[in-house]
């Protein structure tokens, strides 16, 4: 934990770092010098390299991006360059993807909650009905579709076993 706050603060300082070369990058009236150029390449991959450690897929490619803008505009590394940009691409995809999984769960567990009553009903009726049982287990089974429940037998499946329970429970009291 805390060398996860030591690497997240020198990022934070790597990336503060950054922020300054932008704003130089950013002026092209200015003249940097090749000193500036090395530091400015130095911090780049640095930051790259803590995104790295940090596992932090969003800073890596933000990272990838920064250090393939910097050798396109202030160096003649343009091998480099695609390097950053290739790399900065597979973490991207990367990202891509958990935004895929996210809207994955989001649908089943919204279709789960559209089914979520007639399933339920399904299984109540089941406990009294043997078709109701048998179409519950198809279901299970073979993920084949329930079939659209109707009201009017769930309510006579219910009321029946209700009232079976009800004259049950009479006659075992009138004993």
């Known amino acids: 934990m805390q060398k996860n706050r030591e690497i997240k603060n020198l990022l934070d300082c790597a990336i503060n770092k950054l922020v300054n070369h932008i704003n130089i990058i950013k002026n092209m009236n200015q003249l940097i010098s090749l000193s500036k150029i090395n530091e400015a390449e130095m911090n780049y991959t640095t930051a790259v390299d803590y995104s790295n450690i940090l596992n932090d897929s969003m800073k890596l490619t933000e990272a990838y991006e920064l250090l393939a803008k910097f050798y396109l505009m202030n160096t003649d590394k343009y091998e480099l360059a695609k390097l950053s940009a290739e790399n900065g691409l597979k ?5 891509e993807n958990l935004i895929y999984n996210q809207l994955k769960l989001w649908y089943s567990m919204s279709k ?3 089914m979520e009553a ?20 198809k279901w299970k089974d073979t993920r084949h ?8 037998h769930f309510m006579e499946v219910t ?14 009291s009138s004993i």
């Open 112 to 114: 789960a909650k559209l």
């Open 145 to 152: 579709h329930l079939p659209l429940f109707d009201k009017d």
């Open 118 to 137: 007639h399933y339920l009903n399904t299984v109540v009726a089941a406990q009294y009905n043997s078709d109701d049982m048998v179409d519950l287990i």
């Open 159 to 172: 009321y029946n076993s209700f009232t079976k329970t009800t004259n049950h429970i009479n006659q075992s």
């Open 91 to 95: 973490y991207a995809q990367t990202n």
